[in-house]
């Protein structure tokens, strides 16, 4: 019989449980061993409801599990005084996106990753989604010429660029690789025009009033064309014919949100690193380069950037 990978969960809101429990849950090599959350109560409930072993109270009682990983799920303003010691007691992590809200404090958790030598996964769950997975092997290893990127929404948030359109900067430099040049410019709408070092040339635009939740990725070059219409659309086209893929239940079963959005994927991917000893595509070191790219263009656009 497989070993089963003792898990730990910090944080039960509703990203935990949209999209992480109901997949930690229904795999069979995973026991979640404990859930920690400041709202204990909260946690007793989503204990019973997702058949977790344990409920703890702070992190040595979660680490006194013996848990071979941990997934932090807490709002992103203190998730670097959980990931740092997580890192330190030598047990791996997943950790939603993003980071932190300071560089500073995203480059200390990179440096504890590479010291310790553990795993640090940042939840980019969008590389791993069906859409963009059919996206990029369109291209292959070939860089598009454009990129058009829109992550619209009806949302009024605390730093809500940052928390959303980073998504769409993380996809624009796993196209495209590292950015030279940036303009960016902000009022309802934020467009930001980029260049890569590839040569490939960006825009994104992140309104936050807007009409309804748009997410759109589009991509040009090599006698090609991408249309992404997240999560549920993607057309490839050439010169002379295009093809469009629904994600319907006909097209790939009753695909659930956690599948359509990359979530089920990306943890699936987290284990297997863990298992064959090998780094995350979103590992840390990557990852940083997101949060870095992303201060860029806040800075420029002039909102409250990751200083």
Request: glycine share 6%.
């Amino acid at each position: 019989m497989n070993k089963k990978f003792r898990v730990g969960v910090i944080g039960v809101g509703s990203i935990a449980q949209s999209a992480y429990l109901p997949v930690l849950s229904s795999m069979d090599h995973v026991e979640i061993s404990g859930i920690m959350s400041k709202n204990i109560e909260n946690a007793r409930r989503v204990q019973v409801r997702f058949g977790a072993k344990n409920v703890v109270e702070n992190l040595e009682q979660l680490i006194d599990l013996k848990i071979d990983c941990a997934f932090v799920l807490t709002p992103k303003q203190i998730r670097a005084k959980y990931v740092v010691p997580l890192l330190e007691a030598g047990i791996d992590v997943f950790c939603e996106k993003p980071l932190a809200v300071t560089l500073k404090e995203c480059e200390a958790m990179v440096e504890v990753a590479i010291k310790t030598g553990k795993r640090l996964m940042v939840g980019f769950n969008r590389r791993f989604a069906p859409v963009y997975r059919q996206a990029k092997e369109a291209y292959g290893e070939l860089i598009p010429d454009v990129v058009v990127a829109q992550k619209n929404r009806q949302v009024f948030e605390y730093r809500p660029t940052l928390e959303n359109a980073i998504h769409m900067v993380d996809l624009m430099r796993y196209f495209c690789g590292e950015c030279e040049v940036l303009q960016a410019f902000s009022k309802f709408t934020d467009p930001y025009q980029l260049r890569f070092s590839s040569g490939a040339i960006g825009m994104l635009v992140a309104d936050r009033n807007s009409g309804q939740w748009v997410e759109t990725l589009e991509l040009h070059g090599h006698n090609r064309s991408v249309y992404v219409f997240a999560p549920d659309r993607i057309t490839v086209a050439n010169s002379d014919r295009s093809f469009t893929t629904d994600m319907t239940p006909l097209a790939t079963g009753w695909v659930r949100v956690e599948d359509k959005f990359g979530f089920r994927p990306a943890i699936e991917h987290f284990f297997e690193c863990i298992k064959t000893g090998n780094q995350p595509l979103t590992n840390a070191e990557d990852a940083f380069k997101t949060h870095e790219l992303m201060h860029r263009i806040l800075k420029s656009a002039g909102l409250p950037d990751l200083s």
